[in-house]
C-alpha cells in the first residue's frame, strides 16, 4: 500500500494506491503553523545537540547558548510540533485514507517537496480511532523511483562494508565495537581515512571498495554528512574533504548488481542520501534526517545492529531501535526517536540476516576444484601400500632424529635381547663349513651349550631343523637336552608349506620335543608391519616366534586388553580393500643398543666379550650372509634408514633376526607402534583447511601456515609418549594445499 503526497502551495494531495488498480484521494490545506512548530522544534532541537553533531565540516548552525533549559524547551517544542502534526492527519477529509489503512502493516510513504519529507511521518498513529490495534510500519521510498530493486545475492556469511569518515570532534570507538559483535554472522571490511593517507589514494580506495566484485550486503557509513540536493548528498571522509554521492554512483549501481541490498548512514541531514540510493536500485537505506549528535547515533547504531542480530529485519530493528530511544532514553535524548527514517524500495522484502540452514551450513564447506584435485591427489598417494612404506620409513627417521635431538631414548623394563649372531667372520675364525649350503649343526650345538650357561631362561634358534643331517643332529640333541635339564626354554622356528595350506614346516622330531614352534615368517620388505595374531593365545595355535619367545619369558606382556598385540576388526576389515589400517608396527626409531646386545658367535665361543649377559631372552640368530635354512635371501630386508641412522656401518639389508629382536622388545615393553592410516589424517586435513578458510580471515590466514609445523612437532612428541605414529607429510601437504590454493567462495 502506498500513500503519495504533493504540496501545491498551500494545499497537500493525498492518494492512496493498493493493488496496484484500486486508489482514493483527497486534497487538505496545509498548515502554515505546522511549518512554524517545526521550525521552533527544530531550533530548539540543534540547541539542545549543540556539541558533536554529525554534519558536514563547517556547517553554521548559528546558534546561541544562552543559560536555558534547553531540554524542557525542546520537550515542550516537540510537543506542540506532533499535536498539531496529528491534528492536521486526523482531518475528516483522511478518514477513508486512514479507514483504508489500517488493513495493511505496511504503509509506503512517498513526498515530492523537502517541507512534507522532513516531517516524522513515523510518528503517525494510525488506527486507534477505528479500534486497530496492530501496529502499522511507516517506510518512506523515493518520489522518483527509477531502478529495479538489488537481487539479494545467497551467500554464508553477509559482507558489510564499513566506511568510518572524518572523525574530528568524533569517536567511532562505539561503532567499531558494535561491529566487532557481528564477526560470527558476517564477514565485515573497514577503509577509512587515516593521518598518513593522502586524499586521492583514499578516494580511489574507497571506490574500489565500493565497487569490489565479490559483492557487499550492507554498506555502513558513520561521520559528517549533509544534503546536497543536486549531487545526492555528500560525506565528510577526511578533514576538510569530502565525497558527493553523484562521484561514488557507478560504483554505488556496481555493488547492487552485486548484491548490495542495505545502507545505513549514521550521520546528518541523510534525506538526499537515501533518495539517490533508493533510485540507484538499493533495497533499504536508513538515514538520520536531522542533525544528530554522536552520543545519539551511536546508541541507535548500537540497538540497530543487536536487533538486526538477533533476526529481526531492517524495518524492525529500525522501529525496535527508535522505541528503545523513545522509551528508555527520552529524558536523555529528548526528540531523538523521531530522527531515524527507514527508506525502502516497495518491491523488496526487507533485509534480514540469512537464517543458516543445513544448506547454506555445508555450502562453504564444498571443496573448490583445485582443493578437490589436491585432495584426490594426496588421498591416492595415501592408500598406496609402497607409498605407505616409504613415508613410514622416512616418518619413523625423523623420530629417530629427534630423540636422540631431544634425548629421549627408551630405557627398557626388561634386559634388552641377547642376540647371538653367526655371520661368515665367525664361520672363519672357528674354521665351519656349510654342509650342503646349510650349517653344521655341531657348531650351532656349540653356540646352545655356550648359551646356556648364560642367565637366559628362553632360548630362540631362528633356524630351519627340518633336514637331517647325521653329523650334527646327535650333538646338537644332546646340546638340546642338557639344556632342557638346567631349566632352559626352547623356541624353534617353523615356517608354512607353500605345498599345503594346511601344514607347517618344522624342527625334526628329535629336536621338536625340547621346544614350542614359533612362526619365523616376517611381514612385507622393509619389515615394518610387526606379524600380530587373533584374539587367542591358545597352546595349539602357532604363534609369531617372537609371540612364543616372549610368552615363554614373560605370559603377563602379551596383555589381552591391548589392542596393539591383535588383529583389530578394523584391520581385517581394511585387508578387503589392500589395506594395513591400525595395523601395528615396529618402532626402528629407538637405538639397536637399547634393544638388544648383539655378540658374534666366535666371541661367545672365545668369551671375548666381556658385557653383561643377564638377559632373559637370547636369540641366536644367522647374520651377514648365512641363511636360516630357507631359500637364500628370503630371511633378509631392506635396513630401515632409521636403523641406518643408529648404526652408520649397518648394511643395505638386515637380518630376519634383529626385526625378531626389536619386536620381542617391543612386545616386552609394550612398546608396539599405532599407525593412524595416512587417509585418515588426510581427510582430517582437508577440514582442519577449509575450517581455516571459512573460519579465518584472509589476513590472519598467513599465520596458519605455521600450523604443519607445529602439528609435526606435536607428532612426534605423541609418537614417545603414547605410542602413537601419527602420518605428516601427506596431511600438511593437504592442509597447506587448502591454505594455497582456495579463494574467497561466492555463493551462488
Not at 502499522?136 to 551467500?155: F, G, M, N, V
Not at 539517490?276 to 547515533?297: F, K, T
Not at 591383535?566 to 591400525?582: C, E, K, N, R
Not at 592410516?677 to 578458510?693: H, S
Amino acid at each position: 500500500m502506498l500513500l503519495k503526497i504533493w504540496r501545491v502551495e498551500q494545499t497537500c494531495l493525498f492518494e492512496l494506491v493498493w493493488h496496484e488498480t484500486q486508489t482514493l484521494s483527497a486534497k487538505l490545506t496545509y498548515p502554515e503553523t505546522l511549518t512554524t512548530l517545526y521550525q521552533t522544534w527544530q531550533s530548539t532541537y540543534l540547541q539542545f545537540y549543540r556539541s558533536t553533531l554529525r554534519a558536514r565540516l563547517g556547517l553554521v548552525l548559528n546558534i546561541q547558548q544562552p543559560e536555558i533549559d534547553w531540554r524542557t524547551r525542546l520537550v515542550q517544542a516537540e510537543a506542540a510540533f506532533l499535536a498539531e502534526f496529528h491534528y492536521w492527519l486526523n482531518s475528516a477529509e483522511l478518514l477513508e485514507i486512514r479507514r483504508e489503512i489500517t488493513k495493511t502493516s505496511v504503509l509506503y510513504l512517498r513526498c515530492d517537496s523537502s517541507e512534507i519529507v522532513k516531517l516524522p511521518w513515523e510518528s503517525w498513529q494510525i488506527g486507534a480511532e477505528f479500534g486497530s490495534s496492530q501496529p502499522i510500519q511507516i517506510i518512506r521510498t523515493s518520489l522518483a523511483l527509477c531502478a529495479e530493486r538489488a537481487k539479494p545475492i545467497h551467500r554464508t556469511k553477509n559482507r558489510i562494508l564499513v566506511i568510518l569518515g572524518d572523525e574530528t570532534g568524533l569517536n567511532f570507538e562505539a561503532e567499531r565495537a558494535a561491529l566487532q559483535q557481528l564477526n560470527h554472522r558476517a564477514e565485515i571490511q573497514l577503509i577509512g581515512w587515516q593521518p598518513e593517507a593522502r586524499t586521492p589514494e583514499l578516494l580511489q580506495q574507497i571506490r574500489n571498495a565500493i565497487a569490489d566484485p565479490k559483492g557487499w550486503d550492507i554498506l555502513f557509513f558513520a561521520g559528517h554528512s549533509n544534503e546536497s540536493t543536486l549531487t545526492g548528498g555528500e560525506l565528510g571522509i577526511a578533514p576538510n574533504t569530502s565525497i558527493l554521492i553523484s562521484e561514488i554512483a557507478p560504483q554505488l549501481k556496481i555493488a547492487q548488481e552485486c548484491g548490495l541490498q542495505f545502507a545505513i548512514f549514521n550521520s546528518c541531514n541523510g534525506l538526499s542520501i537515501a533518495e539517490s540510493l533508493i533510485n540507484l536500485g538499493l533495497n533499504q537505506v536508513v538515514v538520520m534526517r536531522e542533525p544528530i549528535r554522536d552520543d545519539v547515533a551511536k546508541d541507535f547504531l548500537l540497538h540497530f545492529l543487536r536487533y538486526l542480530s538477533n533476526h529481526q529485519n531492517a524495518q524492525e530493528a529500525t522501529l525496535s531501535a527508535c522505541q528503545f530511544l523513545k522509551l528508555e532514553k527520552n529524558l536523555t535524548y529528548p526528540s531523538a526517536y523521531l530522527i531515524p527514517s527507514l527508506f525502502s524500495h516497495p518491491q523488496a522484502k526487507p533485509f534480514r540476516f540469512a537464517t543458516p540452514t543445513w544448506k547454506t551450513r555445508i555450502r562453504p564447506w564444498k571443496p573448490q576444484c583445485l582443493e578437490a584435485i589436491a585432495v584426490s591427489i594426496f588421498a591416492s598417494l595415501s592408500v598406496l601400500l609402497p607409498v605407505q612404506s616409504a613415508l613410514i620409513d622416512q616418518r619413523q627417521f625423523v623420530q629417530a632424529i629427534y630423540r636422540q635431538v631431544t634425548n629421549q631414548s627408551i630405557q627398557p623394563q626388561s634386559s634388552p635381547v641377547l642376540l647371538v649372531q653367526i655371520n661368515e667372520e665367525s664361520l672363519q675364525k672357528d674354521r665351519v663349513s656349510l654342509i650342503e649350503q646349510n650349517l653344521d649343526r655341531r657348531y650351532l650345538a656349540k653356540v646352545v651349550d655356550r648359551v646356556s650357561q648364560s642367565e637366559s631362561s628362553v632360548i630362540g634358534i631362528n633356524y630351519l631343523l627340518f633336514r637331517h643331517q647325521p653329523s650334527g643332529d646327535r650333538a646338537l640333541e644332546t646340546s638340546l637336552s642338557t639344556a632342557i635339564q638346567s631349566g632352559k626354554q626352547f623356541v624353534l622356528a617353523a615356517t608354512p608349506d607353500l605345498q599345503s595350506n594346511q601344514s607347517w614346516i618344522t624342527a625334526l622330531p628329535e629336536f621338536k620335543q625340547f621346544g614350542s614352534n614359533g612362526d619365523m615368517d616376517l611381514i612385507g620388505d622393509p619389515a615394518f608391519y610387526a606379524r600380530v595374531i587373533g584374539d587367542t593365545l591358545a597352546q595349539s595355535e602357532m604363534l609369531p616366534f617372537a609371540y612364543q619367545v616372549v610368552r615363554l619369558c614373560n605370559p603377563q606382556a602379551l596383555d589381552r586388553r591391548d589392542p596393539r598385540l591383535y588383529f583389530q576388526p578394523i584391520t581385517q576389515f581394511s585387508a578387503i580393500f589392500g589395506q594395513t589400517w591400525l595395523h601395528p608396527l615396529i618402532d626402528y626409531s629407538i637405538p639397536p643398543n637399547q634393544v638388544y646386545k648383539a655378540i658374534p658367535s666366535w666371541k661367545l665361543l672365545r668369551n671375548q666379550d666381556t658385557t653383561d649377559r643377564t638377559n632373559a631372552i637370547a636369540l641366536i640368530v644367522p647374520d651377514g650372509q648365512i641363511d636360516a635354512g630357507v631359500t637364500p635371501g628370503e630371511d633378509y630386508f631392506i635396513s630401515p634408514l632409521a636403523f641406518k641412522f643408529w648404526q652408520s656401518t649397518a648394511s643395505a639389508k638386515t637380518s630376519s633376526g634383529t626385526i625378531h629382536a626389536y619386536l620381542v622388545h617391543s612386545l616386552l615393553n609394550r612398546r608396539m607402534l599405532l599407525p593412524i592410516p595416512d587417509l585418515w589424517i588426510v581427510i582430517i586435513a582437508a577440514i582442519a583447511g577449509k575450517a581455516t578458510i571459512i573460519l579465518i580471515n584472509q589476513h590472519q590466514r598467513k599465520r596458519f601456515f605455521m600450523v604443519p609445523i607445529g602439528y609435526g612437532l606435536a607428532s612426534l612428541q605423541f609418537y614417545i609418549s603414547y605410542s602413537v605414529l601419527l602420518p605428516f607429510l601427506l596431511p600438511a601437504l593437504t592442509y597447506l594445499a587448502f591454505l594455497v590454493t582456495s579463494k574467497p567462495q561466492s555463493d551462488d
